[in-house]
């Protein structure tokens, strides 16, 4: 399909993985499953940014064929049900891949609209006819958190994108690593009591 750059064939795959987990698996997991699982999988995620070696790799490039639809779908799955953007878990597996951690990171910033569009649209029909949602919801998708999430971005991403260009890699490792394990033992703690 996107011949010679198997990084590009990744949309298509996750763009299907979150529509499929936030329209069908977001009816049958409960808040606290999905808590569970954002927190699990962050703190593994955060494991490896923190005491992975930077050179550690599985492979000497990404992988194209039937890695695109089981790691694509499979990153798109998880990102929608974490209700994130799925840059920890493409920036980590492109880093595994032999790709550098600042083209990682830049090329894992291009996949999030990717999961973001399907994830959302995934979201607001899977909660479409649930009731108690908060005011200005379309589904499972409040529209006013998102009008501040979207404003506050303006703010920070210049300001993180500068910080990453500047901070050595292993040290860029472990800040995002400390980070990620902070929010993941939080939302373990909360799933389980």
């Known amino acids: ?14 763009g299907v993985g979150a529509l499929f987990a936030a329209w ?19 703190f593994l995620i955060a494991l490896q940014f923190i005491f992975g070696r930077p050179n550690w790799k599985l492979r000497d490039s990404v ?18 049900l974490m209700g994130i953007g799925g840059g920890a878990l493409s920036t980590s597996l492109m880093m595994m891949c032999a790709v550098p951690i600042k083209r ?14 399907p994830a959302t649209i995934g979201w607001i029909i899977s909660g ?6 908060p005011e200005f919801s379309l589904g499972y998708v409040n529209v006013l958190g998102f009008v501040f999430i979207a404003l506050s971005l303006i703010f920070v991403v210049p300001f ?31 799933s389980i009591l």
Not at 64 to 79: C, D, K, R, T, Y
Not at 164 to 184: I, N, S
Request: cysteine-free; glycine content about 16%.
């Open 24 to 42: 069908y698996l977001g009816k049958t997991l409960s808040g606290q499953q999905l808590s569970l699982i954002f927190g699990v999988v962050a």
């Open 128 to 133: 479409w006819n649930v009731s108690g949602r």
């Open 63 to 80: 992988p194209g064929g039937l890695a695109l639809p089981i790691g694509g779908g499979g990153i798109g799955i998880v990102s929608s």
């Open 160 to 190: 993180g994108a500068r910080a990453t260009h500047k901070m050595d890699q292993v040290k860029l490792r472990r800040v995002f690593g400390v980070f990620l394990l902070l929010v993941a033992i939080n939302m373990i703690r909360k």
């Open 104 to 117: 990682a990171i830049a090329t894992a910033s291009g996949i999030g609209v990717f999961i973001s569009i």
């Open 1 to 14: 399909m996107w011949p010679g750059n198997p990084l590009k064939s990744w949309g298509l795959w996750i």
